[in-house]
C-alpha cells in the first residue's frame, strides 16, 4: 500500500482547521445569530443587553476573522458572556396550538461548514431553553404582533454598519414573524446571501433606499411598501402628465384629461391609447421598476406601479400613442401636482336598483357602512338578485353582512398566527362565520372582484362564496391577505403581512388571490367606450339564471 505521506496529511488537516470564510458568509452567520438570541436568549429577549451596540462591535470584530475555527472561537465566546441559560421545564410541554410549520427552520445551526459542533449545541441548547413570554422587542396586541424597542438610526446613509443593522433587522424580522415566508419567489436565505453585498455598496441616501427598496419587495407581499421620498424623487419623479387612465392589455388607455395651471391644451385626447413612454413599452416600465415595488404576483405589480407610470422628473415626456387606427409619436408637457385640476368625481349611490322592474339590486362595497345595511337589506331583499362590487376597499361590513345572507354559521377561512414564545412558528385556527337564518336572502349573489380586491375584501369575497348561489365574476385578486404589521426601517414606514389566510381545506390565497368563476377582464374596446365589462358579464349571467 501507498503511504500518504506525513507533511501531506498536515498540510491537509492545517487548511482544514484554517477553513477560509467569506466577507458575505461571515455576516450572514452574524446576522442569523444576532437575530436568533435577539428572540430566543432568555436575557437577551428580556431587554437586559443593548443589542444594537453588540452588533456594531460584533461587525468591527469580525474584520479581523477570516477562517472558520476563528469564527467558532468568536461565535462561542460571544454567547458564553452573554450569561447561563437556565433549563426551561416549560419549553418541554406541549400544548394544543395546532402548528404550521413551513416557515420554521432552524437547520442553519448544524452547517458544519460554518459552525462547529460546540457553537450549533449551544445554540440548539438556547432553542430548547429559549425566552418564554414577555419579550423586549415583540409584543402582542390582540391577534397580531408589533415590533417595540427598536432604536431609531434615522433614514440618512451614514455608516455601513447602520446600513447592515438594517438589513439584519428586517431580514429576522421576516424570517421569524412572516407567514408567507415559504412563499416567496427567492428562497429567504438566498436573499440574505444577495442582499448583504449590496448594503456593503450602499454610499448614499438615494442608493440606500433603492437597497431597501429591494430588500422589501423580496416579500413579494402586495401588503408591503417602503415609503421614501427619496425613492419618489429619484424614481418617478414629482411633475406628472396631466391625464387619468386605465391599464387594460398592456397599454394605457386614457379615460380624462385634465386641465392645468396656466391652462394649456395638450396633445392628448380622451381615448388615446398609450403603449411606448420614452422608448419603452408599457410591460418594460414595469419590469424595470418590479425590483423595487413588492406584490404578491404580476397583476398585483401591474396595480401598484401602473398609476407611477406617467410620473417624470423632466418638464416634458415623449409618448407613442394608438389614435383611431394611428401611430402616433407625440411629446407633451408635464406638471407638478398643484398644477393640475382635478374636477370632483359624481357622487355614487351606495346601493341601488338596477332595472324597472326591481330585480337586480347593487352594492359598491368601498362605500357601504355597518349602519347602511338594515337600509340597503330592506331596499334590495325582494330582488332576485344582488350585486356585491367589491372592486375596492370595504368597511368592515363583513359580519353583518354574513348574517343577512348566509343561512347558518359557517367556517369561510382559517388563519395562522405567530408563536412569541416560539418565533418562526405559526398555529392555526379556523374561524366560522354567520348564524342560523332562515330568513336568508335566496337570491343569486353576484360578487365583482378584480387585482384591487385585497386583505379584507378578499376575506369579504370568501365569505360571500358561501352563499348558496354566489358566483364570483372578474379576474383574480390581489392574493394579499391577513391583517399587516406597521412598523419602520431605517425611520421609514413599511408593512408586511402579519396573518397567514387560508381557505376552510388549507388551501392558499396569497400570491394567488381568489380565483373567479367567470373570468372577465377590461379590453381597451370597452374602455374606450365607457363600459364596465365586469358589471356586463354579471349582468348578463343574471338574465340566464332568471
Not at 160 to 182: D, M
Not at 426 to 441: A, Q
Request: proline share 4%; aromatic share 12%; net charge positive.
Amino acid at each position: 500500500m501507498r503511504r500518504f505521506p506525513l507533511f501531506l496529511f498536515l498540510l491537509l488537516s492545517l487548511n482544514i482547521s484554517a477553513q477560509i470564510i467569506t466577507e458575505t458568509q461571515k455576516l450572514e452567520s452574524l446576522c442569523r445569530i444576532w437575530g436568533f438570541l435577539k428572540y430566543y436568549h432568555p436575557r437577551v429577549a428580556k431587554g437586559n443587553l443593548n443589542w444594537d451596540k453588540q452588533l456594531f462591535q460584533k461587525i468591527n470584530e469580525l474584520e479581523n476573522i477570516n477562517d472558520k475555527q476563528s469564527l467558532n472561537n468568536f461565535y462561542s465566546e460571544w454567547i458564553e458572556s452573554l450569561g447561563e441559560v437556565p433549563p426551561c421545564k416549560e419549553c418541554s410541554v406541549k400544548d394544543q396550538k395546532v402548528y404550521f410549520l413551513k416557515n420554521f427552520d432552524l437547520r442553519w445551526m448544524d452547517n458544519s461548514q460554518i459552525f462547529s459542533d460546540d457553537v450549533s449545541q449551544k445554540l440548539r441548547y438556547i432553542e430548547k431553553n429559549r425566552n418564554l413570554g414577555d419579550n423586549h422587542y415583540v409584543g402582542k396586541g390582540g391577534r397580531k404582533i408589533y415590533f417595540r424597542n427598536e432604536k431609531s438610526y434615522g433614514s440618512q446613509f451614514t455608516s455601513t454598519a447602520i446600513s447592515l443593522l438594517e438589513l439584519f433587522r428586517y431580514w429576522n424580522y421576516v424570517e421569524y414573524f412572516f407567514p408567507y415566508k415559504y412563499e416567496t419567489d427567492q428562497n429567504w436565505n438566498d436573499v440574505l446571501t444577495e442582499m448583504i453585498p449590496k448594503f456593503l455598496l450602499v454610499d448614499n441616501d438615494e442608493n440606500f433606499h433603492l437597497t431597501l427598496a429591494e430588500l422589501v419587495a423580496k416579500t413579494d407581499d402586495s401588503h408591503a411598501y417602503l415609503s421614501s421620498k427619496e425613492i419618489q424623487l429619484h424614481l418617478y419623479g414629482q411633475r406628472k402628465v396631466p391625464v387619468e387612465y386605465i391599464y387594460a392589455e398592456g397599454k394605457l388607455v386614457i379615460t380624462k384629461v385634465n386641465d392645468t395651471r396656466p391652462e394649456h391644451q395638450g396633445p392628448l385626447h380622451t381615448g388615446d391609447v398609450i403603449y411606448d413612454i420614452e422608448g419603452k413599452t408599457i410591460p418594460q416600465m414595469i419590469n424595470s421598476l418590479g425590483k423595487y415595488v413588492p406584490a404578491s404576483n404580476s397583476w398585483g405589480k401591474v396595480s401598484k406601479i401602473k398609476d407611477k407610470l406617467l410620473f417624470t422628473s423632466n418638464d416634458s415626456v415623449s409618448l407613442k400613442i394608438e389614435r383611431e387606427g394611428q401611430n402616433i409619436e407625440i411629446k407633451t408637457r408635464t406638471y407638478l401636482s398643484k398644477n393640475i385640476i382635478r374636477e370632483k368625481k359624481p357622487v355614487v349611490k351606495k346601493w341601488k336598483l338596477m332595472d324597472d322592474e326591481k330585480t337586480t339590486g347593487y352594492v359598491n362595497m368601498g362605500m357601504i357602512e355597518k349602519d347602511d345595511l338594515d337600509e340597503m337589506y330592506s331596499s334590495l331583499k325582494s330582488t332576485k338578485s344582488i350585486i356585491f362590487d367589491l372592486r375596492n376597499y370595504p368597511k368592515q361590513t363583513i359580519v353583518p353582512l354574513s348574517f343577512l345572507l348566509l343561512p347558518n354559521p359557517v367556517i369561510y377561512y382559517q388563519f395562522t398566527f405567530p408563536d412569541t414564545s416560539y418565533p418562526g412558528k405559526f398555529y392555526s385556527r379556523k374561524n366560522v362565520i354567520g348564524r342560523k337564518n332562515p330568513e336568508y336572502y335566496k337570491g343569486n349573489v353576484i360578487v365583482l372582484v378584480d387585482e384591487n380586491t385585497q386583505s379584507q375584501a378578499e376575506t369579504t369575497t370568501m365569505m360571500f362564496k358561501q352563499h348558496p348561489k354566489a358566483k364570483i365574476i372578474g379576474s383574480n385578486t390581489s392574493g394579499a391577505n391577513g391583517d399587516v404589521i406597521m412598523f419602520k426601517i431605517a425611520d421609514l414606514n413599511t408593512r408586511f403581512t402579519g396573518l397567514g389566510a387560508y381557505y376552510p381545506d388549507g388551501r392558499e390565497t396569497q400570491r394567488i388571490g381568489i380565483i373567479p368563476d367567470i373570468l372577465v377582464k377590461p379590453s381597451i374596446e370597452g374602455i374606450k367606450n365607457g363600459k364596465d365589462e365586469v358589471l356586463e358579464k354579471a349582468l348578463e349571467y343574471i338574465k340566464t339564471t332568471n
